[in-house]
């Protein structure tokens, strides 16, 4: 999402008409789904209405909205309890940045990195996809440093032995 300035700081509408594109692409890695991420991006969008004081006066509007995302995605899947996976594949969004070495790797792992637990893949997509660090991913999470750290090694654990198993 842009990074928006305390002076000139936007309404609500031309924030979100901005946001927009890299929220999306963020609820899709996280939700696997076009049609969860658009649901997931627009409650999102809603929340952020209704504490936009709070929004425009925090340090990073960004990272506020960035964090009522994480919280929503999760929030969602403790109440839903895991869903099974959907047959039909979907292919994710364009990155925001360059894309990183090997697309055809990266396109490979995309269905076990959908397959890991909610907050496993949080972790994942706000990591390497996101590429902010552990600290920037405690505050998305609302949890400690060392959490993310536990939380990122057993991701990276479960996508080892989901690649290894898938090579067979």
């Known amino acids: 999402m842009p990074t928006i300035a305390h002076a000139d700081a ?65 929030s ?3 109440a839903e309890g895991r869903r099974p996976e959907r047959l039909v594949g979907e292919d994710p969004p364009e990155p925001v940045g360059p894309p990183p070495d090997g697309p055809e790797d990266r396109m490979a792992l995309w269905p076990h990195v959908r397959a890991l637990p909610p907050r496993q893949r949080a972790v994942i997509v706000l990591r390497y996809y996101e590429q902010l660090n552990e600290a920037e991913i405690a505050d998305a999470l609302g949890c400690s440093r060392g959490n993310v750290k536990s939380t ?3 991701a990276l654990q479960n996508l080892r032995d989901a690649v290894d198993g898938s090579e067979d």
Do not use: C, M
């Open 10 to 74: 936007p309404t609500f509408e031309e924030y979100a008409a901005a946001a927009w594109p890299s929220l999306y692409r963020r609820a899709y890695l996280l939700s696997g789904s076009h049609a969860d991420a658009e649901d997931l991006a627009q409650q999102t969008l809603i929340k952020a209405h209704g504490a936009w004081s709070k929004v425009s006066d925090a340090e990073s509007s960004d990272a506020y909205v960035r964090r009522i995302l994480t919280n929503t995605f999760l």
């Open 76 to 78: 969602a899947k403790r």
């Open 152 to 154: 990122a090694h057993h």
